[in-house]
């Protein structure tokens, strides 16, 4: 059992959760309302490199990144349904394309389908996993219709782009049999159950608690960490480091670095450079939009086929999906405050290097969940394991944008801000790093949350979609 030590013992255990639905419509009204940027990105299609190619495997991952600006799960505001969809779609991708030609270990439908035409599978494998996953989507999340009229256009337009045959026929029905196949399997994991505004949820009252940050009254998602995981066998299967203890000289550490970097730079100064201020918005974006718009990418510059693509797509949203899965189970075990919460209550840590600011802000609104390990740091983790071990080297020189940097500068502006990276782990690193020059938290939940997706895309990568000799 996993726990927080901090002067006066552990975080509070987890409690039932029970919400009342008026309290649900509220903070549904307040995430969109504060987690929604106000630069539109939400209504624009993903652009930025190699968005787009001949390849229909990409196409589809960029079909469903547009799907989810358009039902606001992202930029920013559900990357844990998001990370579902994509791994869904392309797991009914993957195991159509593998019953035509298998050449790799399909996850979910083992049927057999020679001859059928791969094109027409991937795209009624997509398009029927893409609308089985967002008319699944829970409140606030269920105005899905602009999403599903663009899946169902790019399904028509890829359809007539395939001249009429029986092959084609049977590939429009494999790929409907491999997305039901999946959505089957994933019916009761338990994703449709979990209460995403949990204005209920009982804050913690004594000093490393964690409660409910400025301007977000609620807890998000607090029992997503009992979704049954994709590849996992457990939520528990790679242990994390608890917080430092608030007395110790470890924590005073992390304390003094987020409260000199993390500030708003307005009612709280912040030592941050200009470079590290773009950083630190630019890794705000939903790290499954992010991740993906990079494999894209990569799935293009290097001519993957479709069925390397499928695989590629396939091991990385596996990996995202648990990411989120076991960081939020650690996270809602263990309870641990923000730093928001930590600096401005500083005086109550019973540390006397650590000096309170009642007044401190971060650069960017925290996200309303319990501070350790870091989602971001863990999805960063894994999604850079997986591209190591799939392109078997952690050299790769490649550019990202990104949707949450200042407006003028996105993906989808004339002038988008590029980072350039010339290593997978290069750009994790930065992307933990950029959690605590945010505000969001303490270095020691960055680590330990990289290690932890680190081991998740590892375990992936050794064990699901092998290649067939």
Request: glycine share 8%.
């Amino acid at each position: 059992m996993l726990r927080a030590f901090h002067k006066g013992g552990p975080v509070v255990a987890r409690k039932r959760i029970v919400l009342s639905r008026a309290r649900i419509a509220v903070g549904a009204i307040l995430l969109l309302a504060l987690l929604t940027p106000a630069n539109g990105a939400a209504d624009a299609a993903p652009s930025g490199p190699a968005a787009t190619s001949d390849n229909a495997v990409v196409r589809w991952n960029a079909t469903a990144a547009t799907a989810a600006l358009a039902t606001h799960l992202a930029p920013t505001d559900n990357p844990l349904h998001e990370s579902r969809m994509y791994a869904m779609m392309h797991i009914a991708i993957h195991d159509a394309l593998n019953a035509i030609q298998p050449r790799s270990q399909a996850y979910a439908f083992h049927g057999r389908a020679r001859g059928a035409s791969p094109e027409a599978a991937v795209a009624a494998a997509a398009r029927t996993a893409l609308v089985g996953a967002l008319t699944d989507l829970t409140p606030p999340f269920t105005d899905t219709s602009a999403a599903i009229t663009g899946v169902e256009t790019a399904y028509t337009s890829e359809l007539a782009a395939i001249p009429d045959s029986t092959a084609k026929l049977a590939g429009v029905a494999l790929g409907k049999k491999s997305a039901y196949t999946i959505l089957a399997r994933r019916a009761d994991d338990g994703a449709s159950e979990v209460p995403l505004i949990g204005s209920d949820f009982p804050q913690g009252v004594n000093p490393g608690e964690y409660r409910f940050t400025p301007g977000t009254p609620f807890a998000f998602a607090p029992t997503w960490g009992e979704v049954q995981p994709f590849a996992l066998r457990s939520v528990e299967q790679f242990p994390v480091a608890p917080p430092f203890a608030l007395d110790s000289a470890e924590y005073a550490a992390d304390y003094n670095e987020v409260k000199r970097l993390g500030g708003d730079g307005v009612t709280t100064p912040s030592a941050r450079t200009a470079d590290e201020t773009e950083m630190a918005r630019f890794w705000v974006e939903s790290s499954p939009l992010l991740w993906n718009r990079l494999a894209r990418q990569l799935a293009t510059g290097r001519h993957l086929d479709l069925w390397q693509s499928a695989r590629l797509f396939g091991l990385l949203d596996l990996a995202l999906t648990d990411g989120y899965i076991a960081t939020f189970a650690v996270k809602y075990e263990l309870l641990f405050w923000r730093p928001v919460t930590a600096i401005q209550l500083g005086a109550t840590d019973g540390n006397d290097a650590t000096a309170q600011d009642p007044t401190w802000t971060p650069l960017v609104t925290t996200p309303p969940v319990p501070e350790h390990d870091s989602g971001h740091s863990v999805e960063g983790g894994a999604a850079a394991a997986v591209l190591r071990g799939f392109f078997k080297t952690d050299r790769m020189d490649f550019s990202l944008c990104s949707f949450t940097v200042l407006p003028g500068s996105t993906c989808t502006d004339a002038n988008p801000v590029m980072r350039h990276f010339t290593r997978f782990s290069q750009a994790s690193a930065e992307n933990a790093r950029s959690r605590v020059m945010v505000g969001f938290h303490f270095k020691h939940a960055t680590t330990e949350g990289e290690e932890h997706g680190t081991k998740i895309g590892q375990l992936v990568v050794r064990n699901y979609l092998q290649p067939r000799h």
